[in-house]
């Protein structure tokens, strides 16, 4: 892989020297091992042995026409589309938006207002302690800026549509977003990865939330990628007093996918929720790793991530929850639960809790199982095909992470896809 940094946004200094910080931050750590504790489970040699070449900007044949299955037509939404990691203007459909309010891509924020990007970009994703941030960092070509103003409730949807390309040679892209949420406003944003089933390529994503105080931020990221492509992303979210933050994650594709997702309470009052959801099959790999800090004191946090592996696939969660010797008052509660489908599925679960303070509420929980035969017997015996009993009762466990999106076109299409992966899996001989 070629890892020389291109330089973006000339005549920004600062921005100049972040890519350079990054890309020695790189060069010096490497690719991760399996000998660090946070990558023990999860092997990138296939990533570290390829040659990607970087990804250039072009529609290569997309259309729109081509997106009606991975746009919610029935919401009202801005749409910024981006193919291979650059913003494409012709597919993307943003609308009107509010005075203030702004959905462009990074490189458009960057012509547009400096001064607002350089006071946020790379300054809650900790690219010095993650290689691959700092990959990204170093390699940054566009992604999502949104930027939503003080007291402003924004109705409209903000969709970020990545979609990557099957070349002849392997590609890999460096999207990064960046969203700032002012004091008192609300926004929802979906990220959505895709990609042709078949196509091998990178995508190597960052997304950094700055939730202002009685904010209120739901975030979806949905990764439907090529089984064939390796898919690493990182989602750091920094939360002021009494902000309240949501955090859905959903993995289909990939052959390799990694989601790192931090989330700091930095303001009295916070709330932050982290749902997830991810279906494996043949020798899919899955690894949620994620961190809340409780920074201050009277926070609450609620972690609920589910794995359904089928065939070889093999699946991590690793959920670590630290409490600062300030944070009384803390109220925590994780939760991990896996269904195995197959006797060769395998998952790794790792709940963690650091508590420094001692007024505090505290939980964690981690289940790994299979289908429960008095379940199966008790549907069978109400004449329920043995197929679809078992459908039936896949679906229902996932269904409750489903239930937690509240952007209804995106929980239909999440349902319908649920439905039709569940229903093939059952099918298979």
Known sequence: MDHAPRIHGKGYAWLAELREQAAKCFAEAGFPTTRQEEWRHTSVA?????????S???????????????????????????????????????????????????????????????????????????????????????????????ETVLKKVIHLLFISTSEAQAAVSHPRNLIVVGDGSEVSVVESYIGPQGGAYFTNAVTEIAAGESSRVAHYKLQRESEQAYHIAALHITQEENANVSSHSISLGGSLTRNDIAGVLNGEGGELALHGLFLTKGRQHVDNYTSIDHARPRCSSREIYKGILDDQSSGVFTGRILVRPDAQKTNARQTNKNLLLSREALVNSTPQLEIFADDVKCTHGATVGRLSDEALFYLRSRGVGAEAA????????????????????????????????????????
Not at 46 to 54: C, E, T, V
Not at 62 to 71: P, Q
């Open 390 to 429: 078992r459908s039936l009762l896949t679906y229902a466990f996932a269904s409750d992470i489903i239930s937690t999106v509240n952007i209804k076109p995106l929980q239909c299409q999440l349902d319908l896809v649920l439905l039709a992966r569940i229903s093939r899996a059952e099918g298979a001989p």
């Open 46 to 54: 296939p990533i570290a042995s390829s040659s990607f070449r970087l």
């Open 56 to 150: 250039r900007p072009g529609s290569n044949g997309i259309t729109a026409g081509m997106l009606g299955n991975f746009i919610f037509g029935d919401t009202d939404c801005c749409n910024l589309v981006f193919v291979n990691g650059f913003y494409s203007a012709d597919l993307s459909t943003p609308g009107a938006l509010p005075k203030g309010v702004r959905a462009i891509s990074l490189q458009a924020a960057l012509r547009e207002d400096p001064k607002k990007v350089e006071r946020h970009l790379a300054r809650y994703a900790p690219f010095k302690k993650n290689a691959f941030a700092a990959l990204n960092t170093a390699h940054m070509m566009d992604g999502g800026f949104v930027y939503i103003p003080a």
